[in-house]
């Protein structure tokens, strides 16, 4: 368990991080979820302590603090970042990248090879990771992650560069630590793919963590709330304005127009169908707003 | 190309490690001409005493020396070459009593050729060059001072037959062009060229730091490796720059000297003088030829082996490589003409004293552009050759 | 247990760095142009210094009138001291060519006896060049009383095989400085590009700086016992000789005989102590300058130094950079630069040694992972 107590971070007299307070508990996927240069980054630096915030301090376990260098090397120990893939060594295998983190963690050697075997990662491990792709860079890195075995893992963009199946593949691991009782903090862009698997999902905006269901009550409730017309012109949105006068109707940047369906019966939400269908509207979907839509809803709206 | 050039030069300059060199270098010629310029004592200094002390002694022998059957073998024959020494001896001291040093340019040319004439031909365990060569511990001290007679022989003659302003600063190499000329046979070529070897060192492999940025540029890998090789021979010229802050510290306290004072050049046995202003580009020519044999070996070097380590040390190696094998004499036994780092001592290979030393007269300028620029060339073949292949990754 | 993963990691780092096996070849080819240049100008033979020293001594003489040399004859004494000098020179040059060490040891030590006289004979500033210097005969005489008291063969021909390991860490050990700067200069930077995964590591900075310099050190024991072994040709070339044959140097302000293992043994110990130095100077600079050349550059312009400023050894006999250059203090050399006796060799030993401390406590107060940045 990692709480973050009023953490904040000023570069040149700027907010970069504003009074973060947070917890993050055991067998917990939290997605963090911003534009570029909103303090992802940071929030995670701050939490390997790469970065001295300004006030606030992070606290693992209800005992550890960043108060010295053993207590750091204490929460290393247990708290780890994904490295970057231009960081990697070209001129060993990745292999020894693993054997390295392994080693220097302390953990189950068994997981070398099961975490081999698990991303497919078995016909190039033996060779120098200067002859890799950015995938395989990208997968190496996860999975040198995954074998320090540490409770918390941060990933900043984890799948970055990444083919859908193997983003499909490491979701699939991530869900699998989760069940292990880590903690994982994901930073990504996919989504739609983060959406699947993440417990709590965080927007960042001006030095702020939000939850994403502060921004859109029920967004987690399991009932339909939504229907997401994906091209709706102007003439069609007035129509239907007139039709049903009580619905609210908002069309996002992303071109996304959500209808508000919440109380509806089956009977009406029927009627709705039934509209867009004559209309000729040919792509929408019942159920709830997506995250893509909350994200254009949140940052792109002026 | 010539944006990819700007591009790099400008990398070149904001290059903590190149700014470094000359900032050393600026320190090392300013130290150079402060601190080690003033006390250079010359082995041949105008010293009006010690001429007169010879020209007095020898004055009273001649005086007091009675020649008969009786008389040992060596009084008789000192008796007999004093005479035409001592004379050379009284125009010295005449004239520069008089300040007329176009004179005693002449007489000291005279005085240097006939004491070499007597000391190396007949003097051989009785007559001495200056004691200066003598010090303990060196086996070739006749040789070195055969050498340094003749040297001052053809410099004097040079200066009595030249138009150059004379001055006593002049005749002991002090003035500015003059310093120039000493280091060049000395230190100056090895400080330069392993500056350049530290230009080049990492002018390749610090793309490694940012492949992504400069693997797509539309130029292809040899193109981008002369364009590097260009760069960093440029700024290997130009860190003659601060050099010459040195030299102008010494030419404000000393002179300049002018380019037409004649410097000596040994070969087969004889000195003839070429003008310094010749000398000194000759000089910057076989440089900049040296220049350009490091830059291509490490170009070479940096896309075969790919390590800054490894361009430092073979860099080095090719520097030093000569201290290991060189002896005098040597080159009977080996041809030494044929190594590139045979020449490695610009100034004394232009001079000719690197012929003296090895007692050869193959190491000549020609000789010497001719190799750098052949091994040069190879390097560069081969550098050609591998970055033209298919599978080729500059970084 | 912590040091140990860490070391691990460190060796399949070091394994794969192409410029530690760049280095054991140049040391390697320095090994052998050094046995070649040994060949070569026959050193170690004493004809040859002999005749040298004969040659010298003839022009010393010539700076004096020639004169009744007689005890009696009207000669001053520095004159009559030099003629006696350079009889003895012939002498012994005569010993060697009829081969009788015995003789040739004999009128060495009257040489050294005659040459202790004349430093401070009247004029004798003027042809001081031409002769060894007062330290140097401190030298020889001892060495030459400890050959006649021990009974030990005198050795008159070129270096034999330890007699060259001798030698060979004399000239090694005078670079040796600057050989470790190079080597080590980018300790650090080559980690500085992979921050990412150092920063994370659960283990303090001062912990793995103390594995990297482990895992370096252990390298430059790989150097070291090259040099004995690509000497090993000289075996065949020239003998093995006697491992405990003597040799004069300086100690703490005196001279005093060491047998040539014991010199090696002091010679390595200065070496590894100057390596670990070096490491850790390079680790500091690294951190602090992030530029590997500028780290070079700032150790070789402190190592020259007190050579472009002799006047600060005395104002600062504590600095280690005084005794980097460990074969200049053992014979001699380093108190003719300084005249001063302040160099003490023990004390260089003790001086580098807390250097080493005061850097270790420095990188465990000072210095992080944490807060490393990508170079």
Not at chain 1, 179 to 202: C, M
Not at chain 3, 7 to 33: M, P, R
Request: aromatic share 14%.
């Amino acid at each position: 368990m990692i709480e973050l107590k009023n953490i904040g971070v000023q570069f040149s007299g700027r907010d970069i991080l504003k009074d973060v307070s947070v917890m993050f508990n055991p067998g917990e996927i939290i997605g963090l979820v911003a534009p570029n240069g909103t303090g992802k980054s940071t929030l995670m630096n701050v939490i390997m302590n790469y970065i001295n915030p300004n006030n606030g301090k992070v606290i693992l376990n209800h005992e550890l603090e960043y108060t010295n260098k053993k207590n750091e090397v204490k929460i290393h120990q247990l708290v780890s970042m994904m490295p970057d893939q231009s960081d990697l060594y070209n001129q060993i295998s990745g292999k020894e990248h693993l054997k390295i983190y392994s080693s220097m963690w302390n953990s189950n050697r068994k997981l070398i090879e099961s975490t081999i075997k698990e991303l497919g990662m078995k016909s190039y491990i033996k060779k120098n990771t200067g002859t890799y792709s950015l995938g395989m860079r990208q997968r190496l890195c996860f999975a040198m992650q995954i074998v320090s075995d540490t409770q918390v893992m941060l990933m900043d963009e984890v799948m970055n560069g990444l083919d859908p199946t193997h983003v499909e593949l490491i979701s699939q691991i991530l869900v699998k630590k989760k069940s292990e009782g880590k903690t994982v903090i994901v930073a990504s862009h996919l989504l739609e793919n983060l959406e699947k698997y993440a417990d709590r999902i965080f927007f960042m905006k001006n030095g702020e963590l939000i939850l994403v269901n502060a921004v859109s009550p029920g967004f987690d409730e399991r009932e339909i709330t939504t229907v997401r017309v994906t091209d709706l012109t102007d003439k069609i949105k007035e129509k239907f304005s007139k039709e049903f006068p009580e619905r609210n109707v908002r069309t996002l940047s992303n071109g996304v127009t959500l209808i508000d369906v919440r109380e509806y019966d089956s009977g009406r939400l029927g009627k709705v169908v039934e509209f867009l269908k004559e209309n000729q509207i040919k792509e929408f979907s019942i159920g709830k707003e997506a995250l893509t839509d909350l994200y254009s809803m949140y940052y792109q709206e002026r | 190309m010539w944006a990819y050039f700007k591009f790099e030069f400008f990398q070149f300059f904001s290059n903590k490690k190149n700014i470094a060199i000359y900032v050393i270098l600026l320190f090392f010629s300013c130290y150079y001409a402060l601190k080690i310029a003033p006390t250079y004592i010359p082995i041949e200094k105008v010293d009006v005493n010690e001429i007169e002390a010879r020209y007095l002694t020898r004055e009273e022998f001649l005086n007091n020396v009675e020649i008969n059957e009786g008389t040992h073998h060596l009084t008789r024959f000192a008796a007999t070459i004093f005479p035409e020494w001592n004379e050379y001896d009284k125009e010295r001291l005449d004239s520069i009593e008089q300040h007329n040093l176009k004179e005693y340019a002449e007489a000291t040319y005279k005085w240097y050729a006939y004491s070499d004439e007597m000391i190396f031909r007949y003097g051989g365990g009785f007559l001495f060059y200056n004691p200066g060569y003598y010090t303990y511990g060196n086996n070739y001290a006749t040789m070195d001072g055969h050498y340094a007679y003749l040297y001052s022989a053809s410099r004097y003659e040079g200066y009595s037959e030249g138009t150059s302003n004379l001055s006593v600063k002049v005749f002991e190499e002090r003035t500015a062009l003059q310093t120039l000329q000493r280091l060049l046979h000395a230190y100056l070529p090895l400080i330069l060229i392993v500056s350049c070897i530290l230009f080049t060192v990492d002018i390749v492999l610090k793309d490694r730091q940012n492949p992504t940025l400069l693997q797509g540029l539309p130029l292809s890998d040899w193109r981008r490796l002369i364009v590097k090789g260009g760069v960093s021979l440029l700024g290997s010229i130009l860190a003659i720059l601060p050099l010459s802050v040195g030299l102008l510290i010494i030419g404000a306290r000393n002179g300049f000297g002018d380019f037409d004072l004649p410097v000596p050049i040994y070969f087969l046995g004889e000195f003839s003088n070429i003008t310094i202003g010749k000398y000194l580009i000759q000089n910057m020519l076989f440089i900049v030829f040296w220049f350009v044999f490091i830059i291509s070996l490490l170009l070479f070097v940096s896309v075969t082996i790919k390590n800054e380590f490894a361009n430092l040390l073979v860099g080095c190696v090719f520097v030093i490589a000569e201290f290991i094998y060189f002896a005098r004499g040597v080159a009977v036994v080996w041809n030494v003409q044929w190594y590139p780092t045979s020449y490695v001592q610009v100034g004394q290979i232009i001079s000719g004293y690197r012929n003296y030393l090895y007692g050869t007269e193959a190491l000549t300028f020609g000789n010497g552009l001719y190799v750098m620029g052949l091994c040069a060339c190879i390097f560069l073949f081969f550098t050609f050759l591998i970055s033209n292949r298919r599978k080729f990754k500059l970084l | 247990m912590h040091m140990w993963k860490i070391l691990k990691t460190c060796f399949i780092l070091e394994k794969s760095n192409k410029k530690n096996i760049f280095a054991c070849i140049i040391v390697a080819v320095f090994v052998f142009g050094l046995v070649l240049f040994v060949k070569t100008e026959d050193l170690g033979n004493t004809i040859k210094e002999k005749s040298g020293e004969y040659q010298s001594l003839s022009s010393a003489l010539s700076k004096f009138q020639n004169v009744d040399a007689t005890d009696s004859g009207n000669g001053s004494d520095l004159y009559k001291n030099l003629v006696l000098q350079r009889h003895y020179v012939s002498k012994q040059s005569m010993a060697i060519k009829m081969d009788k060490p015995e003789m040739y040891l004999d009128t060495a030590i009257l040489l050294v006896n005659l040459r202790a006289d004349s430093f401070d004979m009247e004029g004798f500033q003027n042809v001081a060049s031409y002769l060894p210097s007062k330290i140097e005969n401190q030298l020889d005489s001892v060495f030459y009383q400890y050959m006649k008291k021990t009974g030990i063969s005198l050795s008159m021909n070129s270096l034999s095989y330890f007699q060259f390991l001798a030698y060979l860490i004399g000239v090694l050990g005078s670079v040796w400085f600057i050989f470790m700067s190079i080597y080590s200069s980018g300790v650090m930077i080559e980690d500085f590009q992979h921050s990412s995964l150092i920063k994370g590591y659960p283990i303090t900075f001062d912990k793995y700086v103390v594995a990297k310099c482990i895992s370096l050190m252990l390298i430059v024991g790989v150097f070291l016992l090259e040099l004995f072994i690509f000497s090993l040709p000289l075996v065949y070339f020239k003998g093995l000789g006697n491992p405990s044959y003597p040799i004069a140097i300086f100690i703490d302000g005196t001279s005093e005989v060491y047998p040539i293992y014991k010199y090696l043994g002091l010679s390595l110990l200065y070496m590894i102590s100057i390596s670990i130095f070096t490491i850790l100077l390079s680790v500091i600079f690294n951190v602090l300058l992030k530029n590997m050349y500028l780290t070079l550059f700032l150790e070789l312009l402190l190592y020259i130094f007190p050579i472009l400023f002799p006047s600060m050894i005395s104002l600062i006999p504590f600095n280690p950079f005084n005794y980097l250059n460990f074969p200049n203090l053992l014979n001699g050399q380093m108190f003719e630069l300084t005249n001063s006796v302040d160099l003490n060799s023990t004390h260089g030993l003790i001086y580098i040694g807390i250097s080493i401390a005061i850097m270790v406590v420095a990188v465990k107060l000072f210095l992080t992972t944490g807060k490393l940045k990508k170079v």
